[in-house]
Structure formats: C-alpha cells, structure tokens
Antibody, heavy 120, light 110 residues
Framework: QVHLVESGGGVVQPGTSLRLSCAGS????????LHWVRQAPGKGLEWVAV????????YYADSVRGRFTISRDNSRNTLYLQMSSLRVEDTAVYYC?????????????WGQGTLVTVSS | QSALTQPASVSGSPGQSITISCTGT?????????VSWYQQFPGKAPKLIIY???DRPSGVSNRFSGSKSGNTASLTISGLQAEDEADYYC??????????FGTGTKVTVL
C-alpha cells in the first residue's frame, strides 16, 4: 500500500522559514511527479506546487512563488517544501500527493497532512 | 490563478441525483481534459473520485460521474446516500503548467 507521510509542521512567527518533508514508501518514488496542496483551517484546497519525477521541472502557485521551493531527493524517497518569508495566510494543513500515471496525473494518494501555523 | 467556481452547497434526499458545477476558463477547464474531482471528509485527506473529466478510479462507486461542456465541468452523484455527505472539490490543469482547485461544495443529504 502506497504511503506518504508529511512532517515538519509547527508554529512559527511571520517572516521566518520552515521546511516540510514527505516520505514516500511502497512505490517507485522516483517515477512519480509529486504535489504540495494546502488547506487553511475551515477553507478549501489550494494547490501549492508540483515537481516532476526527476526534479527537473517545478511549478508554483502565484501565492507562493518566490517564497517556497519544492524539491526532492529520490535516493531518500523524500519530497520537500522549503517555505520562507512565511505569512499569517500561509497557515494551513499541508498535504503531499502523488500524481498518478494511471489516472491522468490526478492525485491518487495523499498523506495525512502536517499543520503549519504562522502566528506572532 | 483564480479558483474554479463551485456552488458553496448542494443538498438532496436519499436516492436523488445531484449535480455540482465547476466553472473555469478556456485556460483551464475549457482547454484541457485534465479535470478531476475529489471527495473530502472532515479531518481527512481528499480522495480522488473522477479523473480526466469522466473516468473513475478503480473502487469508486459508479454512482459518481463526471462531464464537461465548454468551461464548466460537472460532477453528478446518483442514488444519493448518507455516506456521500462530504465536501467535493474539482481541479484542473492550466495553461501555465500549474493546477487549480475549485472553491469546494458541501453536499448535504437531507
């Protein structure tokens, strides 16, 4: 069974940085593109970023471009999201999700999420 | 990158059919067949229920169906059941090689 497990969330002050991790298992990690998606408390889903299977292509939502960096280490089966210049509005549960080969690159497996709270 | 527009809520009685719309632009929903739908229960991660506009992943009930016309995609739930009460989100690939989610729809079974 495919597993994605996020970690690294916590409470941080505005303007600071934080790095999230997402460990994948029970699938060929290096063969899949991966997404970060976030959900502010009581709000809807917001797509954040995607990285290609080999890490060569990355794309970001306008709301995070220039502040967040998505990366991956296929040797460690781990996806990262480096977040800097954090704002109160970045407060959310952050999910990592796998882009499926079988389902038109839609996200077929998701982690349980990690909560990031940006507050002074 | 504006969110796709969905109705905030839709309700129906058990056994009825309901339809949730998802309106975007020619740069996302209207331009590509990479529209997907997700079901989310409170406190849980989303679950993929429709991909490429109208296809269902294995294991998803055939009571869920999807379609698209122009810049608007739709999710229909037939034979509504109490267990279908959840939040539903559409998503689309965009011309900028990014993705966008809909605003979300809360489905209530009366």
């Amino acid at each position: 069974q495919v597993h994605l497990v996020e970690s690294g969330g916590g409470v941080v002050q505005p303007g600071t940085s934080l790095r999230l991790s997402c460990a994948g298992s029970e699938f060929t990690f290096s063969s899949y593109a991966l997404h970060w998606v976030r959900q502010a408390p009581g709000k809807g889903l917001e797509w954040v970023a995607v990285i290609s299977y080999d890490g060569h292509k990355v794309y970001y939502a306008d709301s995070v471009r220039g502040r967040f960096t998505i990366s991956r280490d296929n040797s460690r089966n781990t996806l990262y999201l480096q977040m800097s210049s954090l704002r109160v509005e970045d407060t959310a549960v952050y999910y990592c999700a796998r882009a499926s080969h079988d389902y038109g690159e839609a996200c077929d497996y998701w982690g349980q999420g990690t909560l990031v709270t940006v507050s002074s | 990158q504006s969110a796709l527009t969905q109705p905030a809520s839709v309700s129906g009685s058990p056994g009825q059919s309901i339809t949730i719309s998802c309106t975007g632009t020619s740069s996302d929903v209207g331009g590509y067949d990479f529209v997907s739908w997700y079901q989310q229960f409170p406190g849980k991660a989303p679950k993929l229920i429709i991909y490429e506009v109208s296809d269902r992943p294995s294991g998803v009930s055939n009571r869920f169906s999807g379609s698209k016309s122009g810049n608007t995609a739709s999710l229909t739930i037939s034979g509504l059941q109490a267990e279908d009460e959840a939040d539903y989100y559409c998503s689309s690939y965009t011309s900028l090689d990014t993705y966008v989610f809909g605003t979300g729809t809360k489905v209530t079974v009366l």
